[in-house]
Each structure stands twice: as C-alpha cells, then as structure tokens.
C-alpha cells in the first residue's frame, strides 16, 4: 500500500512570497490532516478534513493559510503571503476514520522563509 | 483544555540498555494516548496506543507503554535498545470522538551510545 505523499519536500522562499503544498492521502482515507511542526515542537493540526469538508480549522491562520479538498482525495495547503515564523515542516497525515489516532503521516515538506 | 508533557527533551542511553520515556497528561475524561516515533526527514509512525483495557500495551519495534490514571502517565519502555532506535519521539492524547484532535507533546529526542 502506497503511504502518503506531499510535495515538494523542501522549499525556501522570501517573506510575503506565496507557496503551496501538495499531498496525496492513503487510498481510501476519509479523514485528512496538516500539521505545522516547528523545529524542537510537537505537530500542531492546522486543519482537519472529513471527505471535502473542513472539520477543524480553528488553528488555521485564516488570513494567510488556506486549505482545500477538492473531491475528496488530494489536498492543498497555501500560504500567501509567508512570514518569517512560518518557517517549519509542514506535515500531511491521513486515517481511515476521524478521532481513532491511527493517522499516517507522509515525510513532510520544509519551508524555510527567509 | 488537554495537554501533554514531555519531561525530558533529550536522553542518551547506550546501546542494549533499558529506555523510558516520560509522558504526563491532562485530560477531563479517559483520553486516548499515542506514542509516535519520528526518524530524520521522515513523517511520524505510531507506535502504539491505548484506548481501554490492559493498561499495558504492545507496539512495534519491542515497545511498550503503561497507563497509570493516579499518576497520569504514559511512559515508553524498551527492555534493549538499538542503534536504530535513534529518533524523536513524541506522546500524544486525544478525546478519541470524531471532533477531538489529538494534541502532541514537544518530543523526546533519542541518542544513542555505541
């Protein structure tokens, strides 16, 4: 079984730059996530997907991230426009159903904003 | 609010002797309680868990983790580790229904000595 997949798998950009993250959940996986880890932190969810709808955002900065589920299956993550303090690795996960913790995790993807 | 500690940032144990990892909760109700391990560059894998029952559980890898309510804990054990083992590691609660995150402690990072 495929894991899940994000790209790119690093990324640097300058402050105010926008950028996008791309991940590709496990086949058949309702539920999907994204964490924000910032280095020395645990995983902070951003926002948690069931299908297409958003079930949490609520520590989703909405007035620079957005997310997005279209169909149900891949999903995006958009940073516009980046600040310094989002530098961190920006993590994907995805479970067969929400809430069990049995979530998989794909290998992340680095920003560093400069 | 729920919460998770991670006493410890960084622990050293030579290769072949024992390992505990520390992990205090906080949490209104029974929680749901993950150990996950993280390798450089790589996404996170689940060790094990605990939702009911034997308060002793059995994860991959030799692991294993002991719920104690009185003390609110969930430490980490390995009888013998190996050099492989050499990674962050980070315990995490949940409320277990559909609506509840899980929320991650800051981890534990193991080193290991030859």
């Known amino acids: 079984e495929a894991g899940v997949a994000q790209s790119p798998r690093y990324k640097i950009i300058e402050k105010r730059q926008s950028v996008a993250f791309w991940c590709n959940p496990i086949?058949?996986?309702?539920?999907l996530y994204w964490y924000q880890q910032i280095l020395g932190q645990g995983p902070k969810l951003l926002i948690q997907?069931?299908?297409?709808?958003?079930?949490?955002d609520s520590q989703l900065p909405k007035d620079r991230f957005s997310a997005e589920r279209l169909k149900g299956v891949d999903s995006t993550l958009k940073i516009q426009p980046a600040k310094l303090e989002d530098s961190a690795v920006y993590l994907c996960?995805?479970?067969?159903?929400?809430?069990?913790?049995?979530?998989?995790f794909g290998p992340g993807t680095r920003l560093t904003v400069t | 609010a729920q919460s998770v500690t991670q006493p410890d940032i960084h622990i050293t144990v030579s290769e072949g002797a024992s390992l505990e990892l520390r992990c205090n909760y906080s949490?209104?109700?029974?929680?749901?309680l993950f150990w996950y391990v993280q390798s450089p560059g790589q996404g996170l894998q689940l060790l094990l868990k605990?939702?009911?029952?034997?308060?002793l559980v059995q994860g991959i890898k030799g692991f294993e983790a002991e719920f104690k309510r009185s003390q609110s804990s969930f430490n980490l054990r390995k009888p013998s580790v190996h050099w492989s083992d050499a990674a962050e590691y980070f315990c995490?609660?949940?409320?277990?229904?559909?609506?509840?995150?899980?929320?991650f402690g800051s981890g534990t990072r193991l080193s290991i000595r030859p």
């Open positions: 086949s058949g996986h309702a539920t």
């Open positions: 949490y209104g109700a029974t929680p749901y």
């Open positions: 995490a609660v949940s409320g277990g229904s559909s609506a509840s995150k899980i929320i």
């Open positions: 997907f069931q299908n297409n709808g958003v079930v949490d």
């Open positions: 996960a995805s479970s067969l159903t929400s809430g069990s913790g049995e979530q998989y």
């Open positions: 605990y939702f009911s029952g034997d308060t």
